[in-house]
């Protein structure tokens, strides 16, 4: 089939707390799959799944390029939806999305081939509330969420920071994590290659989500200024850490440097395709354009029928 022919629905939008970066990723990808000659539909997705079966049904895609961020897209949901209609899609699949989304489990894994991750414990809101649920200092993130929403950090001589915005009941989960201070740095991972190493600074308390999608919110170093051999290590832990859980297609491992250790925080399977977003700057360092970038993501779709 003909790239000229080849349809590809973009799914964008969605409803989780990521729904305007997920609408900005959208448009960039059907901007380049538009120029690169394909057949484009952007789809804003809501909680209408009648409404989103009919919409892919009418476009007939032979394609759907997967966009969303958050809760619902990048957690397997989107994914076994998709399976079900034998549609091929980017990126992973769902057992691996819904497991990377899990960070606890997504943890587990990860230690589970020598990728050494932060002491952890999962607590409830009303536990993390009442006191300090480790030593300090700790992260405080939901169990489910992307971007780093909703993420807290809890150092010494801190106020406990409130919990009202996570959206979360007394006896909801929330992640406890010890501290990781150093550096932080990315890894683009697409298919069965890891691209660069990006270190992140930012004048914010951490790369929360302000630092990640405003203009000026963070610095990108590209490549990052490390040791051959703790560079190489970055790109190792990164490829490991796609493997165990399954990934295809574009993921992005978050690592945190301490001394000469690397703590794998979580994988994206979902990465963000916004003017900011760290996998297109990678891509374009392994001289892989724009459009190149979600073309191959488009020519390696898969879907698990």
Not at 120 to 132: F, M, N, S
Request: aromatic share 6%; with cysteine.
């Amino acid at each position: 089939m003909t790239r000229a022919k080849r349809r590809v629905s973009v799914l964008c939008g969605g409803f989780s707390k990521e729904r305007e970066v997920s609408l900005v990723s959208g448009r960039a990808a059907t901007e380049a799959l538009r120029a690169s000659g394909f057949e484009t539909t952007e789809i804003d997705v809501g909680r209408d799944v009648g409404a989103l079966v009919a919409s892919l049904t009418r476009s007939k895609p032979d394609v759907v390029f997967n966009a969303l961020h958050g809760r619902f897209g990048e957690d397997g949901c989107i994914q076994g939806l998709l399976d079900m209609m034998a549609l091929p899609y980017t990126s992973s699949g769902r057992m691996a999305s819904a497991i990377a989304m899990d960070k606890p489990m997504a943890k587990k894994l990860f230690a589970s081939v020598g990728i050494p991750v932060p002491a952890e414990r999962v607590i409830t809101r009303r536990e993390a509330e009442q006191g300090d649920v480790m030593p300090r200092p700790y992260v405080l993130k939901p169990v489910n969420e992307g971007s780093s929403v909703g993420v807290k950090i809890v150092r010494p001589g801190d106020n406990r920071p409130p919990l009202d915005d996570l959206g979360l009941d007394d006896d909801d989960l929330i992640l406890a994590e010890t501290f990781i201070p150093g550096r932080e740095v990315t890894v683009a991972v697409l298919g069965d290659r890891a691209l660069a190493v990006t270190e992140i600074t930012t004048g914010h308390a951490f790369y929360d989500y302000e630092a990640k999608y405003a203009a000026g919110g963070s610095k990108h170093t590209l490549p990052a200024p490390l040791p051959p051999d703790l560079y190489a290590r970055a790109m190792e832990l990164s490829l490991a850490a796609h493997r165990v859980l399954g990934c295809r297609g574009a993921s992005r491992a978050d690592l945190r440097l301490d001394d000469r250790e690397f703590y794998m925080l979580e994988v994206n399977t979902q990465p963000g395709l916004t003017p900011t977003s760290l996998v297109p700057e990678q891509a374009a360092h392994a001289g892989m354009s724009f459009a190149d970038l979600v073309c191959w993501m488009v020519e390696h779709a898969q879907c698990d029928a």
